[in-house]
């Protein structure tokens, strides 16, 4: 089964830069797309991130600009420049694919457990 561990969390003042890690463990036979999502207090979890296999990325308007999402084979990380108090939140990855089993490959959808990430106003 794959797993997702996550670092970097932490709190920024605003304007400032953090960087979230990710990375997956297990026998990945191939991910479809790569994404971080958060969650604010009362808030339903929302896409900050996508990554998909032939390189496309999705950024919702709140962050174009700011944050970037890249990866490194299993990896992938998310670069979060002048951030804001709105960036508060718990922020987790997400990786889609295809996993290797004992009877050949099936699908993945796997969270990582989430990281705190605070930017005081």
């Known amino acids: 089964q794959v797993q997702l561990v996550e670092s970097g969390g932490g709190m920024v003042q605003a304007g400032g830069s953090l960087r979230l890690s990710c990375a997956a463990s297990g026998i990945i036979f191939s991910i479809n797309a790569m994404g971080w999502y958060r969650q604010a207090p009362g808030k339903q979890r929302e896409l900050v991130a996508q990554?998909?296999?032939?390189?496309t990325t999705t950024y919702p308007d709140s962050v174009k600009g700011r944050f970037t999402i890249s990866r490194d084979n299993a990896k992938v990380y998310l670069q979060m420049n002048n951030m804001k108090s709105e960036d508060t939140a718990v922020y987790y990855c997400?990786?889609?694919?295809?996993?290797?089993?004992?009877?050949?490959?099936?699908?993945?959808?796997?969270w990582g457990q989430g990281t705190q990430v605070t930017v005081p106003s």
């Open positions: 990554l998909t296999s032939a390189g």
């Open positions: 997400n990786f889609r694919g295809r996993e290797y089993t004992r009877r050949g490959t099936s699908d993945f959808d796997s």
